[in-house]
């Protein structure tokens, strides 16, 4: 992530690309499998340096917008971007939407989503998921890039899932709470466990076993909802109202 001068991230310059490529897409200047300039002559264009470049187009990989080929290039991804409508993150600003509720969807869909990864998921699949794994590893001093591979890995096991209308909701919900996750992870401590946590899991699903491929998916999602602060507030009954309680009990 390029940062300023007070070494502060600087998400204006992020913006400013992904808006920039919104705008190509929604023109129908870049449709979808297009491949979009070089690094060098993308970032003359937009008046911006290469590391900023990197950085937007880093987002919108990981929001699923861009695919990035390494030693290919840079491609927009199959299938309709969705920039121009309501995102569940929108929805979430007018009606109060809390992060915990998000990691509690998450945390049931993707539960199953690993079911159905490792009673399906193709030969493709389990390649792909041993590609990101790597990929953590080796982004282990970079948490924005580790990040992205978090978010890659997590989609291809909606994709091996074989539902589409899953991986649609997936892939919601995640969207939803990327922002928030770009912020914490620059806090991480725990990068390495994470990435062994995953390797666990694309063992899980590679060998078939889908009711460890649950247990493990599960369990990483309640060990990254506690690490990220998400966890749902304990309620509490007032001194008053358990006093009334007790005394309306039959003796």
């Known amino acids: ?3 300023n001068s007070q070494g502060e991230p600087d998400r204006h310059r992020t913006m400013q690309v992904v808006n920039h490529i919104r705008t190509l897409i ?3 200047a870049l449709k979808p499998g297009d491949k979009i300039p070089p690094e060098r002559e993308f970032a003359r264009t937009l008046k911006i340096s ?3 470049l990197r950085a937007g187009i880093g987002y919108l990989a990981a929001m699923g917008v861009m695919n990035v080929r390494h030693g290919v290039g840079t491609f927009v991804s199959d299938g309709p971007p969705e920039f121009g409508r309501a995102s569940l993150s929108f929805m979430g600003a007018l009606h109060g939407f809390q992060s915990w509720q998000l990691f509690e969807a998450r945390i049931i869909l993707e539960g199953n989503l690993a079911v159905l990864a490792a009673e399906r998921g193709k030969e493709e699949h389990h390649a792909a998921l041993a590609e ?3 990929e953590m590893f080796a982004a282990m001093e970079s948490p924005a890039d580790y990040l992205i591979h978090d978010v890659l890995f997590h989609r291809i096991v909606s994709q091996a899932s074989g539902n589409p209308i899953l991986a649609a909701l997936m892939e919601t919900v995640t969207s939803s709470m990327y922002d928030k996750r770009r912020k914490t992870v620059e806090r991480a401590i725990d990068l390495r466990e994470s990435a062994q946590m995953h390797r666990e899991l ?3 699903i590679r060998a078939r076993d889908a009711m460890e491929a649950r247990r493990l998916m599960e369990e ?5 909802q506690a690490a990220q ?7 509490r009954k007032s001194l008053s109202g358990a006093a009334r309680t007790k005394s ?4």
């Open 1 to 3: 992530m390029p940062r």
């Open 26 to 28: 929604e023109s129908g």
């Open 50 to 52: 290469r590391a900023s």
């Open 132 to 134: 990101e794994v790597a």
């Open 202 to 204: 694309y063992r899980a």
């Open 220 to 224: 990483h999602l309640h060990m990254a």
């Open 229 to 235: 602060g998400m966890e749902r507030p304990v309620e």
């Open 248 to 251: 309306s009990r039959p003796e």
